[in-house]
Structures are given as C-alpha cells and as structure tokens.
T-cell receptor
Framework: RKEVEQDPGPFNVPEGATVAFNCTYSNSASQSFFWYRQDCRKEPKLLMSVYSSGNEDGRFTAQLNRASQYISLLIRDSKLSDSATYLCVGQRDTGANSKLTFGKGITLSVRP | EAGVAQSPRYKIIEKRQSVAFWCNPISGHATLYWYQQILGQGPKLLIQFQNNGVVDDSQLPKDRFSAERLKGVDSTLKIQPAKLEDSAVYLC????????????FGPGTRLTVT
C-alpha cells in the first residue's frame, strides 16, 4: 500500500460548486501533511498546511483526521482558476532529515 | 527572489544514450532534492542533498542514475544509459534546510526516451 493515496479523479465541476478531496495515509509515522497545487505542465507549489484543528485560507479548508488517517481539502465557490492537480503530501522525519511523500494527485477541472 | 533554475527544459534521447540535467537552487538554500515525476503520478524523490552531502538516495537507481552537488550549490543529475521507462519530468527543488517542509520547485526537465 502506498504511503499516501488519493481519491480517483478527475473532478469536473461548474463554477461556484463546492468540491472536496480526500487523501488517506498508511504510515502513522507521517507527522505533518500539506496540499500542493500543480498547474498543467508546471511545477508543484505549496498550497497550504493541514492541521488537526483545521486550516482555512479563503475558500480553501484543509483538515487532518489522525484517528482515521485521512486528510481533506475543501474548495468552496470554485473558480476557473482553481483548475489544477492537487497533491496530498505527507512529511516524515527520518532522524536527521525530513522526507516528503507525494500522492499521485487529483485533477480538478472547473467549467464555466 | 530568483527561483530554482533548471536546464534544459526539454530533452529527447534514444534509449541507451546518456543525459545530464542541471539545477541551481534558490540562493542560501542548503537542501536540494531531485524528483522524478512520471505522467499521472506524484513526484518521487530520487536523491536529497544537504549542502554537498547526500542525505537520502534510497530510491535512486544507482546502476544508471548518479547525482552530485560538489560545491553545495548547483547540482547535476545524470542517467547513463537511459531506458524507455525513464521518460518523465525531472524536478529539482530546494528548501532552506532539511527540516523545513516547504520546498520550492524548478520548472523541471521533460525527458523523452525513444
């Protein structure tokens, strides 16, 4: 089983819709989690961190559930510019360094 | 602030040929990473440097891949000989330090092996 697994996709939603992505992780040693965004043929960029208490940034809300080992990202009032691939990322400290493990990503297309 | 620079942006080679990629991280970033991203997958870490030392190369296919960061700044990744399954985007990333989670990625090199 992969360390980080994401919902199958793609997601195709109309503008203004609310969309939620889930991601499960198998390694309880993963300590921190993030969502990265990757536009088509571009590099990944950090979108937001994920905390157990929830993390909200405008229309985006990220949540971590350690008991069930899953992470979620909620996007409200979708915009055309939200179209991208969203990567769920786990961070694990391995002694002297920390390692990021990326999920395969889920592609969101927002249509007019 | 200048971002992570990579070159070339695209490369097409035949199988069994050699290829090298170059990366210049953000100034002052001690940690440098090379990732392989196959189409439809997330980035997979190949190797991680802290300054000029290797921290993690557990997923680097060492029979054909090599990487160096001799002066602790820029880095090269080499594949010799290339296989068809090496076709991917090779992303370089850097962070201030190895304990810092935010990694800044370069634009990547898109490699096609025919």
């Amino acid at each position: 089983r992969k360390e980080v697994e994401q919902d199958p996709g793609p997601f195709n939603v109309p503008e203004g819709a609310t969309v939620a992505f889930n991601c499960t992780y198998s390694n309880s040693a993963s300590q921190s989690f993030f969502w990265y965004r990757q536009d088509c043929r571009k590099e990944p960029k950090l979108l937001m961190s994920v905390y157990s208490s929830g993390n909200e940034d405008g229309r985006f809300t990220a949540q971590l559930n350690r008991a069930s080992q899953y992470i979620s990202l909620l996007i409200r009032d979708s915009k055309l510019s939200d179209s991208a691939t969203y990567l769920c990322v786990g961070q694990r400290d391995t002694g002297a360094n920390s390692k990021l493990t990326f999920g395969k990503g889920i592609t969101l297309s927002v249509r007019p | 602030e200048a971002g992570v620079a990579q070159s070339p942006r695209y490369k097409i080679i035949e199988k069994r040929q050699s290829v090298a990629f170059w990366c210049n991280p953000i100034s002052g970033h001690a940690t440098l990473y090379w990732y392989q991203q196959i189409l439809g997958q997330g980035p997979k870490l190949l190797i991680q440097f802290q300054n000029n030392g290797v921290v993690d190369d557990s997923q680097l296919p060492k029979d054909r891949f090599s990487a160096e960061r001799l002066k602790g700044v820029d880095s090269t990744l080499k594949i010799q000989p290339a296989k068809l399954e090496d076709s991917a985007v090779y992303l370089c990333a850097s962070s201030l330090d190895q304990a810092i989670y935010e990694q800044y990625f370069g634009p990547g090199t898109r490699l096609t092996v025919t």
